[in-house]
């Protein structure tokens, strides 16, 4: 009987869980998109969300404009930060 409820226990916290954090904590896999107009510049984790930086495309090498997008667990509160160069 322990054992069909361990069982049980760790399949509800396996499913249970978004797809950023069975990526993070699990080795799952998680997706993003960047978009066309963009080129990808890095990504790092704050918690269970993932945060990406991407850049304008440019090729004249003219001041940038750089966007860190979150892709939360829940997709709620996500958040953008815009930082341009002059």
């Not at 904590?25 to 704050?46: I, L, M, R, S």
Request: aromatic letters at 12%; glycine letters at 6%; hydrophobic letters at 35%.
């Amino acid at each position: 009987m322990k054992k069909i409820f361990l069982i049980i226990a760790i399949a509800f916290a396996i499913t249970s869980c978004t797809e950023n954090q069975r990526a993070k904590k699990y080795g799952g896999t998680t997706e993003y998109t960047v978009p066309t107009d963009k080129q990808f510049v890095n990504a790092t984790w704050k918690g269970d969300n993932l945060w990406i930086i991407t850049a304008d495309r440019d090729t004249n090498h003219t001041p940038k404009t750089y966007y860190m997008d979150e892709k939360s667990s829940y997709g709620v509160w996500e958040g953008t930060v815009v930082i341009r160069e002059q």
